[in-house]
């Protein structure tokens, strides 16, 4: 097997480290990144600014631009001729859930190779070690990139997702210290959640008015009669201790929109 690699948290993030050192035990890998964290940029093409490369020490190339060109780039001018499986971005830094996937570079960078027609999956962690210590926080990003070769391993998905074109497969793992603590695996549809407090007013060290915006949202409580087998949503699958699985579909035009907008007197 051959994959690609890319994320949204730069070429020394501890995500992209463990999610590389665990495909390398099972495949050829190659790594195209960005140089620093886009998180937030999307599917973002640089078409107005040239992109430059660099090759590191650790044989990973890093672009001076956001996850969706490294994706771009790599398979239409790096690697134009090798024929990669899948591409799979990540393990982001927190959680891409629900309507978060619209803004994420992780998101974004996999959307990409599926328009491109490369199979992909992008992977986050909860809550991202954010809490842990250093040592703790390798320890989490192992664990999540154990998960995902198991994914791999023990399942068919590979082959579903190179079925199902014009597909991300959205895999969030839980926030959680021991792989024993995962319950399973869950099929979800993304769910959605409103903003806490989307836009903070703040003033800078030079007392100008600016404005941070947030993408945090409400946890989502989940009482433990509630559960089950009948966990549908993301959000709800990670807070109950699943591995979430949304495939995601891009590049469709509802049949339902078209028959109502035609009705139209346009």
């Excluded at 631009?65 to 790599?74: F, N, T």
């Excluded at 959680?95 to 974004?108: E, I, K, R």
């Excluded at 250093?134 to 391993?153: F, G, H, M, R, T």
């Excluded at 591995?243 to 339902?256: E, N, Y």
Aim: glycine share 8%; charged share 15%.
């Amino acid at each position: 097997m051959r994959f690609l690699i890319s994320n949204d948290d730069g070429m020394y993030a501890p995500g992209l480290l463990a999610l590389y050192q665990a495909l390398s035990a099972i495949a050829e890998v190659v790594v195209v990144v960005p140089m620093t964290e886009h998180s937030g940029c999307g599917s973002a093409l640089s078409i107005s600014t040239p992109l430059y490369t660099q090759q590191l020490d650790s044989g990973f190339i890093a672009v001076n631009g956001s996850p969706a060109d490294c994706v771009y780039l790599a398979l239409h001018e790096l690697y134009p001729d090798t024929q990669f499986d899948c591409v799979i971005t990540g393990i982001n830094s927190g959680a891409n859930l629900g309507q978060d996937v619209l803004f994420s570079g992780t998101f974004g960078a996999a959307l990409t190779a599926q328009l491109l027609g490369i199979p992909a999956i992008a992977t986050s962690l909860v809550g991202g070690g954010t809490k842990s210590s250093a040592q703790e926080q390798v320890s989490q990003y192992q664990l999540a990139a154990n998960e995902i070769i198991k994914l791999l391993i023990e399942t068919p998905i590979l082959d579903i997702c190179k079925n199902l074109p014009y597909h991300v497969l959205n895999v969030n793992i839980p926030d959680v210290h021991s792989a024993d603590d995962i319950k399973g695996r869950k099929i979800t549809s993304l769910g959605h959640k409103q903003m806490v407090r989307p836009v903070h007013q703040v003033v800078d060290p030079r007392g100008r008015e600016a404005y941070w915006l947030s993408l945090r949202k409400q946890p989502c409580e989940m009482p433990m009669d509630k559960q089950s087998e009948s966990l549908q949503t993301d959000d709800q699958a990670v807070a109950a201790g699943y591995i979430s699985l949304s495939p995601v579909r891009l590049h469709h035009t509802p049949t339902a929109a078209l028959n109502a907008l035609s009705e139209l007197a346009l």
